[in-house]
Protein backbone atom coordinates (compact mmCIF):
# COMPACT_ATOMS: atom_id res chain seq x y z
CA UNK A 1 0.00 0.00 0.00
CA UNK A 2 1.54 3.05 -1.14
CA UNK A 3 0.47 5.08 1.79
CA UNK A 4 1.77 3.05 4.00
CA UNK A 5 5.34 2.34 2.65
CA UNK A 6 5.35 5.75 2.93
CA UNK A 7 5.06 5.89 6.65
CA UNK A 8 7.27 2.57 6.68
CA UNK A 9 10.14 4.82 4.91
CA UNK A 10 9.57 7.50 7.22
CA UNK A 11 9.52 4.95 10.40
CA UNK A 12 12.99 3.79 9.21
CA UNK A 13 14.41 6.80 8.29
CA UNK A 14 13.68 8.43 11.46
CA UNK A 15 15.24 7.17 14.44
CA UNK A 16 11.70 6.43 17.25
CA UNK A 17 9.10 6.85 14.46
CA UNK A 18 7.53 3.73 15.95
CA UNK A 19 4.09 5.86 15.80
CA UNK A 20 4.35 6.76 12.14
CA UNK A 21 2.10 3.80 11.40
CA UNK A 22 -1.16 3.69 13.38
CA UNK A 23 -1.55 0.25 13.24
CA UNK A 24 1.54 0.35 15.59
CA UNK A 25 -0.03 2.21 18.00
CA UNK A 26 -2.77 0.24 17.74
CA UNK A 27 -1.36 -2.92 19.16
CA UNK A 28 0.57 -1.57 21.55
CA UNK A 29 -2.37 -0.96 23.28
CA UNK A 30 -3.52 -4.45 23.29
CA UNK A 31 -3.18 -5.94 26.82
CA UNK A 32 -6.04 -8.79 25.98
CA UNK A 33 -6.14 -11.70 24.05
CA UNK A 34 -6.87 -10.57 20.05
CA UNK A 35 -9.89 -13.12 19.80
CA UNK A 36 -11.54 -11.28 23.11
CA UNK A 37 -10.51 -7.76 21.96
CA UNK A 38 -12.61 -8.63 18.77
CA UNK A 39 -15.63 -10.06 20.50
CA UNK A 40 -15.90 -6.92 22.47
CA UNK A 41 -16.24 -4.67 19.60
CA UNK A 42 -18.68 -7.11 17.85
CA UNK A 43 -20.60 -7.19 21.38
CA UNK A 44 -20.52 -3.42 21.53
CA UNK A 45 -22.00 -3.66 18.27
CA UNK A 46 -24.86 -6.10 19.29
CA UNK A 47 -25.29 -4.44 22.31
CA UNK A 48 -25.79 -0.55 21.01
CA UNK A 49 -28.29 -2.62 18.35
CA UNK A 50 -30.40 -3.61 22.03
CA UNK A 51 -30.02 -0.13 23.31
CA UNK A 52 -31.28 1.79 19.85
CA UNK A 53 -34.39 -0.77 19.50
CA UNK A 54 -35.30 0.78 22.85
CA UNK A 55 -36.11 4.31 20.96
CA UNK A 56 -38.93 3.06 19.51
CA UNK A 57 -40.84 6.72 19.84
CA UNK A 58 -41.48 7.39 15.70
CA UNK A 59 -41.59 11.30 16.30
CA UNK A 60 -38.60 11.53 18.79
CA UNK A 61 -36.39 9.56 16.03
CA UNK A 62 -38.03 11.89 13.59
CA UNK A 63 -37.06 15.00 15.15
CA UNK A 64 -33.32 13.87 15.86
CA UNK A 65 -32.85 13.31 11.66
CA UNK A 66 -35.12 16.60 10.84
CA UNK A 67 -33.01 18.83 13.44
CA UNK A 68 -31.02 21.32 11.32
CA UNK A 69 -30.44 24.57 11.50
CA UNK A 70 -29.36 27.05 8.21
CA UNK A 71 -26.00 28.06 8.14
CA UNK A 72 -25.53 30.26 4.91
CA UNK A 73 -28.48 31.34 2.20
CA UNK A 74 -27.43 30.44 -1.35
CA UNK A 75 -24.04 29.97 -2.99
CA UNK A 76 -21.80 32.34 -1.66
CA UNK A 77 -19.72 33.99 -4.36
CA UNK A 78 -16.42 34.98 -3.12
CA UNK A 79 -15.69 31.70 -1.50
CA UNK A 80 -15.97 29.70 -4.26
CA UNK A 81 -13.86 31.13 -6.86
CA UNK A 82 -11.24 31.25 -3.72
CA UNK A 83 -12.21 27.70 -3.16
CA UNK A 84 -11.55 27.07 -7.08
CA UNK A 85 -8.48 29.52 -7.21
CA UNK A 86 -6.93 27.23 -4.05
CA UNK A 87 -7.79 23.87 -5.79
CA UNK A 88 -5.90 24.68 -9.30
CA UNK A 89 -3.20 25.90 -7.58
CA UNK A 90 -3.00 22.60 -5.74
CA UNK A 91 -3.10 21.00 -9.12
CA UNK A 92 -0.47 23.08 -10.50
CA UNK A 93 2.14 22.45 -7.52
CA UNK A 94 1.20 18.21 -7.51
CA UNK A 95 2.51 18.50 -11.22
CA UNK A 96 5.37 20.96 -11.31
CA UNK A 97 6.61 20.41 -8.14
CA UNK A 98 5.92 16.47 -8.79
CA UNK A 99 7.82 16.38 -12.19
CA UNK A 100 10.90 19.05 -11.21
CA UNK A 101 11.10 19.23 -7.37
CA UNK A 102 13.10 17.31 -4.91
CA UNK A 103 13.34 13.24 -5.47
CA UNK A 104 12.57 12.35 -1.36
CA UNK A 105 9.60 11.48 -1.10
CA UNK A 106 9.23 13.00 2.48
CA UNK A 107 10.61 16.73 0.96
CA UNK A 108 8.62 16.58 -1.90
CA UNK A 109 5.23 18.34 -1.59
CA UNK A 110 3.37 16.74 -4.32
CA UNK A 111 3.54 13.82 -2.59
CA UNK A 112 2.72 14.79 0.57
CA UNK A 113 0.02 16.79 -0.71
CA UNK A 114 -1.81 14.38 -2.49
CA UNK A 115 -1.42 11.26 0.78
CA UNK A 116 -1.34 13.46 3.57
CA UNK A 117 -3.14 16.79 2.70
CA UNK A 118 -5.59 15.75 0.11
CA UNK A 119 -6.56 11.59 0.34
CA UNK A 120 -6.20 12.04 4.64
CA UNK A 121 -6.54 15.31 5.69
CA UNK A 122 -9.08 16.70 2.87
CA UNK A 123 -10.61 13.61 3.24
CA UNK A 124 -11.24 13.64 6.77
CA UNK A 125 -12.97 17.03 7.13
CA UNK A 126 -15.19 15.79 4.25
CA UNK A 127 -16.72 13.97 6.39
CA UNK A 128 -16.08 15.56 9.88
CA UNK A 129 -16.94 19.25 8.68
CA UNK A 130 -18.59 18.83 5.32
CA UNK A 131 -17.61 18.37 1.04
CA UNK A 132 -15.65 20.90 0.55
CA UNK A 133 -14.00 18.97 -3.16
CA UNK A 134 -16.88 20.09 -4.70
CA UNK A 135 -15.72 23.60 -4.81
CA UNK A 136 -12.05 22.76 -4.82
CA UNK A 137 -11.79 20.24 -7.60
CA UNK A 138 -9.48 21.82 -10.11
CA UNK A 139 -10.52 19.46 -12.48
CA UNK A 140 -14.61 20.21 -12.27
CA UNK A 141 -13.16 24.25 -12.54
CA UNK A 142 -11.39 23.52 -15.63
CA UNK A 143 -13.67 21.42 -17.24
CA UNK A 144 -16.21 24.70 -16.78
CA UNK A 145 -13.58 26.26 -19.19
CA UNK A 146 -13.87 23.33 -21.62
CA UNK A 147 -16.37 22.79 -24.73
CA UNK A 148 -18.36 20.16 -24.52
CA UNK A 149 -19.72 17.97 -26.78
CA UNK A 150 -22.59 17.07 -24.66
CA UNK A 151 -23.14 13.08 -26.17
CA UNK A 152 -25.75 11.19 -24.19
CA UNK A 153 -24.24 9.61 -21.30
CA UNK A 154 -25.91 5.69 -21.35
CA UNK A 155 -27.95 5.30 -18.85
CA UNK A 156 -27.33 1.82 -18.13
CA UNK A 157 -23.75 2.48 -17.15
CA UNK A 158 -25.17 4.87 -14.40
CA UNK A 159 -22.19 4.64 -11.04
CA UNK A 160 -20.64 1.18 -12.59
CA UNK A 161 -17.53 3.03 -14.53
CA UNK A 162 -17.26 4.70 -10.72
CA UNK A 163 -17.25 1.90 -9.16
CA UNK A 164 -14.68 0.35 -11.63
CA UNK A 165 -13.19 3.52 -11.47
CA UNK A 166 -12.62 3.34 -7.56
CA UNK A 167 -11.06 0.04 -7.10
CA UNK A 168 -8.84 0.65 -10.33
CA UNK A 169 -7.25 3.76 -8.65
CA UNK A 170 -6.92 1.85 -5.01
CA UNK A 171 -5.43 -0.90 -7.10
CA UNK A 172 -2.97 1.70 -8.22
CA UNK A 173 -2.43 2.73 -4.97
CA UNK A 174 -1.48 -0.06 -3.41
CA UNK A 175 0.84 -2.08 -6.07
CA UNK A 176 2.84 1.12 -7.18
CA UNK A 177 5.41 3.14 -5.69
CA UNK A 178 2.82 6.43 -6.01
CA UNK A 179 3.90 6.86 -2.43
CA UNK A 180 7.62 7.03 -2.80
CA UNK A 181 8.65 7.94 -6.47
CA UNK A 182 7.33 12.11 -6.96
CA UNK A 183 7.76 11.38 -10.77
CA UNK A 184 5.38 8.53 -11.16
CA UNK A 185 2.76 10.73 -8.82
CA UNK A 186 2.73 13.56 -11.04
CA UNK A 187 2.43 11.39 -14.03
CA UNK A 188 -0.54 9.51 -12.66
CA UNK A 189 -2.09 12.89 -11.67
CA UNK A 190 -1.26 14.45 -15.15
CA UNK A 191 -2.73 10.89 -17.06
CA UNK A 192 -5.93 10.77 -14.57
CA UNK A 193 -6.76 14.57 -15.77
CA UNK A 194 -6.36 13.99 -19.00
CA UNK A 195 -8.84 10.98 -18.89
CA UNK A 196 -11.51 12.62 -16.61
CA UNK A 197 -11.49 16.13 -18.51
CA UNK A 198 -11.78 14.27 -21.98
CA UNK A 199 -14.56 12.46 -20.41
CA UNK A 200 -16.39 15.78 -19.13
CA UNK A 201 -15.84 17.37 -22.90
CA UNK A 202 -17.92 14.24 -24.14
CA UNK A 203 -20.27 13.77 -21.83
CA UNK A 204 -21.05 17.02 -20.21
CA UNK A 205 -19.10 18.59 -17.34
CA UNK A 206 -22.22 17.82 -14.69
CA UNK A 207 -22.62 14.40 -15.87
CA UNK A 208 -19.31 13.37 -15.91
CA UNK A 209 -18.53 14.31 -12.46
CA UNK A 210 -21.89 13.11 -10.86
CA UNK A 211 -22.02 9.54 -12.50
CA UNK A 212 -18.60 8.28 -13.88
CA UNK A 213 -15.45 10.18 -11.63
CA UNK A 214 -14.57 7.75 -8.83
CA UNK A 215 -13.40 10.34 -6.72
CA UNK A 216 -16.25 13.67 -6.71
CA UNK A 217 -18.44 10.29 -5.73
CA UNK A 218 -16.52 9.30 -2.67
CA UNK A 219 -16.17 12.86 -1.74
CA UNK A 220 -19.67 13.36 -2.28
CA UNK A 221 -20.45 10.17 -0.59
CA UNK A 222 -18.31 11.00 2.39
CA UNK A 223 -19.64 14.47 2.67
CA UNK A 224 -23.05 12.82 3.73
CA UNK A 225 -21.75 11.97 6.84
CA UNK A 226 -20.60 15.39 7.80
CA UNK A 227 -22.71 17.62 9.74
CA UNK A 228 -22.43 20.81 7.30
CA UNK A 229 -24.46 19.88 3.95
CA UNK A 230 -26.10 21.71 1.08
CA UNK A 231 -29.92 21.81 0.31
CA UNK A 232 -31.20 21.99 -3.19
CA UNK A 233 -31.42 25.47 -3.61
CA UNK A 234 -27.54 25.33 -2.57
CA UNK A 235 -27.80 27.02 0.75
CA UNK A 236 -25.77 25.21 3.49
CA UNK A 237 -27.05 23.54 6.55
CA UNK A 238 -25.94 22.35 9.93
CA UNK A 239 -27.86 18.78 10.99
CA UNK A 240 -26.06 16.35 13.20
CA UNK A 241 -23.42 14.39 11.73
CA UNK A 242 -24.91 11.03 9.75
CA UNK A 243 -28.11 12.26 10.23
CA UNK A 244 -28.52 13.07 6.48
CA UNK A 245 -27.93 9.24 5.73
CA UNK A 246 -31.33 8.19 5.99
CA UNK A 247 -32.73 10.20 3.49
CA UNK A 248 -34.77 7.96 1.47
CA UNK A 249 -33.29 7.69 -2.52
CA UNK A 250 -30.17 8.82 -1.07
CA UNK A 251 -28.38 5.89 -3.06
CA UNK A 252 -30.39 5.36 -6.21
CA UNK A 253 -29.83 1.60 -7.44
CA UNK A 254 -28.00 -1.48 -7.71
CA UNK A 255 -24.58 0.51 -9.22
CA UNK A 256 -24.85 3.12 -6.47
CA UNK A 257 -24.98 0.00 -3.77
CA UNK A 258 -22.35 -1.40 -5.12
CA UNK A 259 -20.20 1.76 -4.93
CA UNK A 260 -21.21 2.26 -1.32
CA UNK A 261 -19.77 -1.08 -0.63
CA UNK A 262 -16.32 -0.72 -3.14
CA UNK A 263 -15.69 2.04 -0.38
CA UNK A 264 -16.12 0.34 2.43
CA UNK A 265 -14.24 -2.61 1.18
CA UNK A 266 -10.92 -0.43 -0.65
CA UNK A 267 -11.00 1.28 3.06
CA UNK A 268 -9.97 -2.32 4.43
CA UNK A 269 -8.37 -3.38 1.53
CA UNK A 270 -5.69 -0.48 2.00
CA UNK A 271 -5.14 -2.21 5.62
CA UNK A 272 -5.11 -5.75 5.07
CA UNK A 273 -2.24 -6.47 2.73
CA UNK A 274 0.12 -4.88 4.80
CA UNK A 275 -0.75 -6.99 7.98
CA UNK A 276 1.38 -10.07 8.55
CA UNK A 277 -1.44 -12.59 8.40
CA UNK A 278 -1.47 -10.97 4.25
CA UNK A 279 2.00 -11.70 4.00
CA UNK A 280 1.87 -15.55 5.84
CA UNK A 281 -1.07 -16.40 3.76
CA UNK A 282 -0.48 -15.25 0.74
CA UNK A 283 3.81 -16.40 0.63
CA UNK A 284 3.19 -20.45 -0.57
CA UNK A 285 0.62 -19.11 -3.04
CA UNK A 286 3.44 -16.78 -4.37
CA UNK A 287 6.26 -19.63 -4.09
CA UNK A 288 3.80 -21.98 -6.19
CA UNK A 289 3.95 -19.89 -8.69
CA UNK A 290 0.91 -17.16 -8.30
CA UNK A 291 2.70 -14.18 -10.17
CA UNK A 292 2.11 -11.48 -7.17
CA UNK A 293 0.65 -8.64 -10.15
CA UNK A 294 -2.38 -11.08 -10.42
CA UNK A 295 -2.83 -11.94 -6.82
CA UNK A 296 -3.19 -8.32 -6.02
CA UNK A 297 -5.79 -7.08 -8.47
CA UNK A 298 -7.01 -10.81 -8.00
CA UNK A 299 -7.69 -10.16 -4.28
CA UNK A 300 -9.19 -7.04 -4.55
CA UNK A 301 -11.92 -8.45 -6.68
CA UNK A 302 -12.27 -11.04 -4.60
CA UNK A 303 -12.82 -9.31 -1.62
CA UNK A 304 -15.29 -6.92 -3.30
CA UNK A 305 -17.57 -9.33 -4.61
CA UNK A 306 -17.12 -10.99 -0.93
CA UNK A 307 -18.35 -8.11 0.79
CA UNK A 308 -20.95 -7.54 -1.88
CA UNK A 309 -22.11 -10.87 -1.28
CA UNK A 310 -22.58 -10.66 2.10
CA UNK A 311 -24.48 -7.46 1.84
CA UNK A 312 -26.89 -8.75 -0.80
CA UNK A 313 -27.43 -11.87 1.47
CA UNK A 314 -27.96 -9.69 4.53
CA UNK A 315 -30.90 -7.79 2.11
CA UNK A 316 -32.37 -10.98 1.04
CA UNK A 317 -32.57 -12.39 5.12
CA UNK A 318 -33.69 -9.31 6.06
CA UNK A 319 -37.39 -9.17 3.60
CA UNK A 320 -37.68 -12.59 5.09
CA UNK A 321 -37.22 -11.60 9.22
CA UNK A 322 -39.27 -8.19 8.08
CA UNK A 323 -41.77 -10.15 6.51
CA UNK A 324 -42.25 -7.38 3.89
CA UNK A 325 -43.41 -7.24 0.41
CA UNK A 326 -41.07 -4.35 -0.66
CA UNK A 327 -38.48 -5.85 -3.35
CA UNK A 328 -34.91 -6.64 -2.11
CA UNK A 329 -33.76 -3.93 -4.36
CA UNK A 330 -35.36 -1.19 -2.32
CA UNK A 331 -34.36 -2.54 0.85
CA UNK A 332 -31.00 -2.80 -0.80
CA UNK A 333 -30.94 0.78 -1.58
CA UNK A 334 -32.02 1.82 1.70
CA UNK A 335 -29.97 0.64 4.23
CA UNK A 336 -26.76 1.27 2.22
CA UNK A 337 -26.22 4.92 3.14
CA UNK A 338 -25.50 4.01 6.67
CA UNK A 339 -22.28 2.14 5.81
CA UNK A 340 -20.68 5.50 4.77
CA UNK A 341 -20.72 6.28 8.43
CA UNK A 342 -18.52 2.99 9.23
CA UNK A 343 -16.50 3.65 6.20
CA UNK A 344 -15.65 6.70 7.42
CA UNK A 345 -15.06 5.88 10.93
CA UNK A 346 -12.63 3.21 9.15
CA UNK A 347 -10.75 5.66 7.15
CA UNK A 348 -10.65 8.09 10.42
CA UNK A 349 -9.17 4.71 12.14
CA UNK A 350 -6.72 4.72 9.17
CA UNK A 351 -5.56 7.56 8.63
CA UNK A 352 -5.75 10.47 11.34
CA UNK A 353 -2.54 9.24 12.88
CA UNK A 354 -0.87 9.15 9.83
CA UNK A 355 -2.39 12.61 8.69
CA UNK A 356 -0.93 14.41 12.69
CA UNK A 357 2.69 11.90 12.22
CA UNK A 358 3.20 13.92 8.55
CA UNK A 359 1.17 17.40 8.70
CA UNK A 360 4.04 18.96 10.00
CA UNK A 361 6.79 17.77 7.21
CA UNK A 362 3.42 18.90 4.83
CA UNK A 363 3.82 22.42 6.08
CA UNK A 364 7.42 22.67 5.66
CA UNK A 365 6.95 21.10 2.41
CA UNK A 366 4.44 23.98 1.11
CA UNK A 367 6.31 26.90 2.85
CA UNK A 368 9.70 26.00 0.54
CA UNK A 369 8.51 23.40 -1.94
CA UNK A 370 12.24 22.74 -3.91
CA UNK A 371 14.63 23.05 -0.59
CA UNK A 372 15.43 19.31 0.32
CA UNK A 373 16.44 19.96 3.67
CA UNK A 374 17.93 16.50 5.28
CA UNK A 375 15.54 16.72 8.43
CA UNK A 376 12.19 16.51 8.43
CA UNK A 377 9.49 17.67 11.15
CA UNK A 378 7.23 14.93 12.44
CA UNK A 379 4.33 14.87 14.96
CA UNK A 380 5.39 11.63 17.60
CA UNK A 381 1.86 10.48 18.47
CA UNK A 382 1.67 9.61 22.07
CA UNK A 383 0.86 6.22 23.30
CA UNK A 384 -2.73 6.10 24.18
CA UNK A 385 -3.57 6.98 20.45
CA UNK A 386 -4.31 3.43 19.00
CA UNK A 387 -7.10 3.85 21.15
CA UNK A 388 -8.98 6.82 19.27
CA UNK A 389 -8.64 4.66 16.09
CA UNK A 390 -10.18 1.87 17.91
CA UNK A 391 -13.13 4.46 19.30
CA UNK A 392 -13.24 5.95 15.92
CA UNK A 393 -14.29 2.13 14.12
CA UNK A 394 -16.73 1.89 17.27
CA UNK A 395 -18.30 4.87 16.63
CA UNK A 396 -19.13 4.35 12.56
CA UNK A 397 -20.94 1.71 13.93
CA UNK A 398 -22.97 2.97 16.32
CA UNK A 399 -24.01 6.08 13.88
CA UNK A 400 -25.00 3.15 11.02
CA UNK A 401 -26.89 1.44 13.63
CA UNK A 402 -28.71 4.64 14.46
CA UNK A 403 -29.07 5.84 10.74
CA UNK A 404 -30.40 2.08 9.86
CA UNK A 405 -32.88 1.99 13.15
CA UNK A 406 -34.21 5.39 11.71
CA UNK A 407 -34.71 4.20 7.84
CA UNK A 408 -36.22 1.03 9.48
CA UNK A 409 -38.81 3.45 10.99
CA UNK A 410 -39.38 5.36 8.38
CA UNK A 411 -39.62 2.19 5.97
CA UNK A 412 -42.19 -0.18 8.35
CA UNK A 413 -45.25 0.57 9.41
CA UNK A 414 -44.79 -1.78 12.43
CA UNK A 415 -42.13 -0.95 14.56
CA UNK A 416 -41.47 -4.59 15.93
CA UNK A 417 -41.07 -5.49 11.71
CA UNK A 418 -38.58 -2.23 11.44
CA UNK A 419 -36.33 -3.98 14.36
CA UNK A 420 -36.62 -7.71 12.88
CA UNK A 421 -35.33 -6.08 9.52
CA UNK A 422 -32.45 -4.73 11.30
CA UNK A 423 -31.03 -8.83 12.47
CA UNK A 424 -28.99 -9.78 8.86
CA UNK A 425 -27.84 -6.04 9.01
CA UNK A 426 -26.40 -5.97 12.78
CA UNK A 427 -25.32 -9.34 12.08
CA UNK A 428 -23.16 -8.05 9.09
CA UNK A 429 -22.00 -4.98 10.99
CA UNK A 430 -21.01 -7.11 13.93
CA UNK A 431 -18.37 -8.48 11.17
CA UNK A 432 -17.42 -6.02 9.21
CA UNK A 433 -16.91 -4.35 12.74
CA UNK A 434 -14.67 -7.44 13.97
CA UNK A 435 -12.97 -7.21 10.64
CA UNK A 436 -11.97 -3.56 10.52
CA UNK A 437 -10.97 -3.78 14.46
CA UNK A 438 -8.57 -6.83 13.49
CA UNK A 439 -6.88 -5.14 10.57
CA UNK A 440 -6.57 -1.59 12.09
CA UNK A 441 -5.05 -3.82 15.42
CA UNK A 442 -2.32 -5.28 13.31
CA UNK A 443 1.27 -4.04 13.24
CA UNK A 444 2.11 -2.33 9.95
CA UNK A 445 4.71 -4.60 7.68
CA UNK A 446 5.69 -3.61 3.94
CA UNK A 447 3.93 -4.50 1.26
CA UNK A 448 5.10 -8.43 0.48
CA UNK A 449 6.31 -9.84 -2.57
CA UNK A 450 6.47 -6.65 -4.68
CA UNK B 1 -46.27 7.52 -0.10
CA UNK B 2 -47.61 5.94 -3.51
CA UNK B 3 -47.32 2.62 -5.61
CA UNK B 4 -45.05 4.24 -7.80
CA UNK B 5 -42.41 5.45 -4.98
CA UNK B 6 -41.61 1.61 -4.37
CA UNK B 7 -40.52 -2.03 -5.65
CA UNK B 8 -42.83 -4.99 -4.40
CA UNK B 9 -41.86 -8.29 -4.93
CA UNK B 10 -44.93 -10.68 -3.91
CA UNK B 11 -45.09 -14.19 -3.40
CA UNK B 12 -48.07 -15.85 -5.59
CA UNK B 13 -49.49 -17.54 -2.87
CA UNK B 14 -48.55 -15.44 -0.04
CA UNK B 15 -51.67 -13.01 1.67
CA UNK B 16 -51.73 -10.02 0.54
CA UNK B 17 -53.23 -6.56 2.21
CA UNK B 18 -52.98 -4.00 -0.03
CA UNK B 19 -53.71 -0.15 0.71
CA UNK B 20 -57.21 1.31 -0.72
CA UNK B 21 -55.24 4.19 -0.93
CA UNK B 22 -51.76 3.86 -2.00
CA UNK B 23 -51.92 0.12 -3.18
CA UNK B 24 -48.99 -0.58 -1.07
CA UNK B 25 -49.08 -4.86 0.28
CA UNK B 26 -48.60 -5.90 3.34
CA UNK B 27 -48.47 -9.22 4.39
CA UNK B 28 -50.23 -8.80 8.36
CA UNK B 29 -53.50 -7.40 8.32
CA UNK B 30 -52.44 -4.99 11.24
CA UNK B 31 -49.35 -3.94 9.41
CA UNK B 32 -52.24 -2.41 7.31
CA UNK B 33 -54.02 -1.21 9.95
CA UNK B 34 -51.11 0.52 10.55
CA UNK B 35 -49.95 1.69 7.71
CA UNK B 36 -53.39 3.88 7.60
CA UNK B 37 -52.95 5.36 10.51
CA UNK B 38 -49.46 6.58 9.75
CA UNK B 39 -49.16 7.47 5.62
CA UNK B 40 -52.91 8.27 5.37
CA UNK B 41 -54.30 10.29 8.70
CA UNK B 42 -56.49 12.30 7.34
CA UNK B 43 -58.16 9.82 5.05
CA UNK B 44 -59.79 7.34 7.13
CA UNK B 45 -63.12 6.00 7.59
CA UNK B 46 -64.35 5.20 11.09
CA UNK B 47 -63.44 1.77 10.72
CA UNK B 48 -60.17 2.31 9.73
CA UNK B 49 -59.56 4.43 12.60
CA UNK B 50 -60.62 1.84 15.45
CA UNK B 51 -58.70 -0.40 13.36
CA UNK B 52 -55.46 1.88 13.71
CA UNK B 53 -55.95 2.49 17.88
CA UNK B 54 -56.17 -1.50 17.85
CA UNK B 55 -53.13 -2.08 16.24
CA UNK B 56 -51.22 0.44 17.56
CA UNK B 57 -51.92 -0.82 21.45
CA UNK B 58 -51.05 -4.23 19.81
CA UNK B 59 -47.49 -3.02 19.29
CA UNK B 60 -47.28 -1.55 22.60
CA UNK B 61 -47.77 -4.86 23.93
CA UNK B 62 -45.56 -6.66 21.83
CA UNK B 63 -42.94 -4.33 22.37
CA UNK B 64 -43.45 -4.27 25.33
CA UNK B 65 -42.29 -7.98 25.46
CA UNK B 66 -39.37 -7.23 22.68
CA UNK B 67 -37.89 -5.02 25.66
CA UNK B 68 -37.92 -7.64 27.83
CA UNK B 69 -36.16 -10.00 25.78
CA UNK B 70 -33.67 -7.30 24.51
CA UNK B 71 -32.70 -6.05 27.77
CA UNK B 72 -32.51 -9.99 28.91
CA UNK B 73 -29.72 -10.17 26.04
CA UNK B 74 -27.81 -6.82 27.13
CA UNK B 75 -27.40 -8.47 30.73
CA UNK B 76 -26.84 -11.77 29.46
CA UNK B 77 -23.72 -10.03 27.22
CA UNK B 78 -22.79 -7.85 29.96
CA UNK B 79 -22.37 -10.97 32.71
CA UNK B 80 -20.47 -12.91 29.61
CA UNK B 81 -17.74 -10.91 28.96
CA UNK B 82 -17.52 -10.03 32.71
CA UNK B 83 -16.50 -13.33 33.41
CA UNK B 84 -14.32 -13.67 30.54
CA UNK B 85 -12.56 -10.75 31.40
CA UNK B 86 -12.78 -12.17 35.08
CA UNK B 87 -10.77 -15.28 33.83
CA UNK B 88 -8.66 -13.96 31.11
ZN1 LIG C 1 -51.28 3.48 1.76
New binding site residues.
Partial sequence: MAVGSLCWLLAVGTASAHGGSLAAGGRESLTIPTWLFLSTGGAAVGASFLLASFVTDRSFVERVHAWGTPLVDGEARIPRVLGRAIGVAGLAAVVVVGFFGPTTPRTNLAILLVWVGWWAGLAMTTYLVGNSWRVLNPLSTIALALPSLDRTYPDRLGAWPSVVGLLALVWLEVVSPLADDARLLATAVVGYSVLTLAGSVVFGRETWFSEADPVDRVFRYYGRVAPVSRAEDGSLRLRLPGMTLSTPRLVDGADEVAFVVALLWVTTYDGLVTTPAWRALTTPLVSAGLPPHLLYPFALLAGFGLFLGVYRLAVRVSTRTAETYLAPDELAERFAPPLLAIAAGYHFAHYLGYFLFLAPALGTATLAPFADPAAVPVYQLPDWFGGVALAAVILGHLVAIWVAHAAAFDLFPSRLQAIRSQYPFVAVMVFYTMTSLWVVSRPEVPLPHL | ?TQSDHAYDVPADAPVFE??????PFARERWLAL??GL??PNELDDDEVTAFRKAHEDEEDSLGAFRLQALGALVAIYFVLLMIYALV
Fill in positions: MCDYCGRHHDH
